[in-house]
Nanobody, 122 residues
């Protein structure tokens, strides 16, 4: 079974930056939409950003719009989330997800990574 592996999490100060990466365990992994969700302690998992691999459209949660950028390196089959101007409320476990059945844009992912912790100190 293909796995998604996140990396790049860690500790950052408020106002700082981090870049998360998400790579598939199999180089032949095919998906139609990829994105990021996050889950803070005591809260439900919430949508952060998504990228359509068919028309390259993007969607962002209002809380991260203008600060986070989702992108993908097709040669490396790796998804990224560049996070700038981090805030303490961005602290969460960030999960990479993918939709492996045909869709142009959806937040209904069927494949998930294990998550990477992001902690932002004030």
């Amino acid at each position: 079974q293909v796995q998604l592996v996140e990396s790049g999490g860690g500790l950052a100060q408020a106002g700082g930056s981090l870049r998360l990466s998400c790579a598939a365990s199999e180089p032949t992994f095919t998906s139609y939409v990829m994105g990021w969700f996050r889950q803070a302690p005591g809260k439900e998992r919430e949508f952060v950003a998504a990228l359509s691999l068919s028309d390259f459209s993007t969607r962002y949660a209002d809380s991260v719009k203008g600060r986070f950028t989702i992108s993908r390196d097709n040669n490396k089959n790796t998804l990224y989330l560049r996070m700038n101007r981090l805030k303490p409320e961005d602290t969460a476990v960030y999960y990479c997800g993918a939709r492996t059945t045909r869709a142009t844009m959806t937040l209904n992912f069927d494949t998930w990574g294990q998550g990477t912790q992001v902690t932002v100190s004030s």
